[in-house]
Each structure stands twice: as C-alpha cells, then as structure tokens.
C-alpha cells in the first residue's frame, strides 16, 4: 500500500514563510538595539549584558501582559501598526512604577496562518514602542497554529525585563498620610475594558467602526485604535529628580483594584474625579451604555493613566517639570486614614461625571 507524503505546508504551517517574514523584520528590530544587545534576533536566546550599567546593588524586575480584546478592533479597523505600541506600552507601565528602566522586551505573536504583511505592522508597533521606552527588541516567537485560530485572528503577548537600583525601588512602604496624587493624562481607553468596550459600541448601540461620532471628532475605530500612553520617558525625568513615593500604573481594575496594591497598611485615598477633565470617549460609553460611575472607575482609566504619590512639599515642583515634558498633571486626591486594614479607595465621581 502506497502511502502519500505530506508536508508541513498542506497541513497549513509554512516554514518558508516564517523565515521570510524573519528576514523582513530584522531591520526594525535592529533598530532597536542599544547598549547591551549582544546578538541579533534568529538564535534559540537573546543576549543581553548588565555589565555596562554601573549599578551598585542591580534588581531585575519583570513583567508580561497582553492588550486582550483591543485586537479585535485592530481587525475590525485592518489597522494593525499601533496594536504592537499597546503591547510593550502594558508591559513597560509596569515595571516604572518600581523606578525600573526598561531594558529588553521579547513579544509572542500566535497565528492561524501568518500573514506577512500583517506580521509585519504588528512588529512595526512593537519597534515603536520599545523606541519609545528606550527599550531593546531582542527576540520573540511567531507560532502557526492551524485549527487553534481562525483565519485573520492572532494573539498577542509581550515580555519586558527592567533594572533598578535596590535603594531606588519605589514600592510605596514610604507613603504616608497627606501625601498627594498627582494624575497623568491617558490618550483614552487604553487596553483595558474592551469587552465592555465592544458590547456598548458594537451590541448595544450597533454601530461600526467607520461610523463617525460627532463628539468624539472622529470615527469610532480612530479612537478605539488610539494605542496606550507609554509613560517610561516621563517617569523615569522624574524619578531622577525628586523623590517619589509611590506610582500606580491605572491598568485593568480601574482605580478600585490599581491603587491599593501601592499603599501601606492603614493608609487609604480621597480622590475627587472631578479635578480632571473627563474625555469624550468615556462620557461616551458612560452615556451609551448605562455604565454606573462606580463601575467605570473599576473599569477604565476614565482619562488618568498613571498616578505618582509624592510629599506636598514637593507637589509644585513636580508638577512645574511635568509641565515642561508636555505633561498636565492634575492634583486628584490625596492620602488619608484607612479604616480596618486601609487601603480603600473613597472616589467622588459625582462632579466628574455629569
């Protein structure tokens, strides 16, 4: 009996193609490569020294994430060069809130079948947002997964490694009642709450995304796609001159469940969502919706997408520098006395969600 030869291509993984589209991203990737780097992507590993930093008591510190179902509107957009600034953008957030500096950032991109060009704008946003963080490309994995994803749909999850000085850790143990929040502005959602996101646009009101919103001054899928604020050039200004307390990265969980991973036993926050201005985009799905103020501050950013706690004393100064990095920051609340354990988290939404 005669026995037909397959190969790895019929059954939908093509080699040839991976290898092409690794050649084509090696220039950007290249770009990306600072003091450090000690090879170029293409080994089992990437290569990195710590031996050029002069750091005194050096700590890693390491996250990963992923931008969730964003992707779904980066498909339904065919946009897919920003989706890669929203993955380093949720890795790197997390890891500056210790005062860490971004050195390496490895991405994963799953497929059913890869679509080089497709590919290659995802990677296009990554380079970008290492770019921006001053962080280096240094490898990544592309995997075929015929019959575990559906033509068109990809995955996505990214890998960030940080250094900081051990003396230098911001943790929050040092923040102390009185002490002040100062609220940096978010470019809009973000990556978080777009399953709500999508059942109020797409479900609840039926619209598309080429449709035009006049409040929001543009068409539903521009200000979906908007990619999340990398905040590593503006944190690390700061941190290397005045001291900071505490920095909480207003990620999934809102300010509800964000805040009290900074703050010490006994300590909770006053904060008055009325000392920013509210963008459109949440009035938006605020009013769309139906959507609580208690539930969209468990589940957006609702326009502040990074939160520094720092002395009073030193409130004008920080805000004068972060004025001058085209920042505009916003006095939000300030540390009080927790009851129980502390921790909690007093929001007065009522004045900024009229």
């Known amino acids: ?83 890669g600034i929203d993955l380093v953008a949720m890795c790197v957030n997390d890891i500056v809130v210790n005062g860490g500096l971004p050195l390496f950032f490895l991405d994963y991109f799953a497929v059913g079948e890869l ?28 995997a075929e997964m015929p019959g575990l994803y559906r033509a068109g749909d990809y995955d996505l999850a990214g890998f960030v490694v940080g250094i900081v000085e051990r003396e230098k850790i911001i943790d929050g143990s040092d923040i102390k009642v009185g002490d002040k929040l100062l609220g940096l502005s978010s470019s809009g959602i973000h990556s978080n709450g777009f399953s709500l996101v999508r059942k109020i646009c797409f479900e609840d009101l039926g619209l598309g995304v080429d449709d035009h919103i006049p409040e929001l001054g543009c068409t539903l899928g521009e200000e979906l796609i908007k990619p999340t604020r990398i905040y590593v050039p503006t944190i690390r200004n700061v941190v290397r001159n005045f001291p900071v307390q505490g920095i909480i990265h207003i990620t999934g969980g809102g300010f509800f469940d964000n805040i009290p991973r900074v703050l010490p036993h006994g300590c909770g926050v006053k904060i008055d969502a009325g000392t920013w201005p509210m963008l459109p ?74």
């Open 281 to 354: 985009v949440f009035k938006f799905l605020k009013e769309g919706g139906g959507v609580s103020p208690e539930e969209m501050c468990r589940t957006f950013n609702c326009g502040i997408g990074m939160i520094l706690v720092v002395r009073e004393d030193v409130v004008e100064d920080i805000s004068f520098q972060l004025a001058a990095l085209g920042e505009h920051p916003y006095v939000i609340g300030e540390v009080v006395v927790g009851g129980g354990e502390g921790r909690e988290v007093d929001l007065d939404c009522g004045a900024g969600f009229v």
């Open 1 to 83: 009996m005669s026995v037909k030869q397959s190969k790895y291509a019929e059954a939908g993984v093509d080699i040839d193609k991976g290898n092409a589209f690794i050649e084509k991203i090696k220039p950007m990737v290249s770009a990306t490569h600072k003091r450090g780097v000690l090879a170029d992507i293409g080994g089992f590993g990437g290569l990195f020294a710590l031996g050029g930093f002069n750091y005194k008591d050096p700590v890693l510190v390491s996250s990963t994430d992923g931008v969730g179902t964003k992707l779904n509107i980066a498909k339904l957009c065919g946009r897919h060069d920003t989706i």
């Open 115 to 142: 679509e080089i060009e497709v590919a290659t704008e995802v990677v296009k946003g990554i380079a970008r947002g290492c770019e921006i963080s001053e962080c280096s490309l240094i490898g990544g994995e592309t």
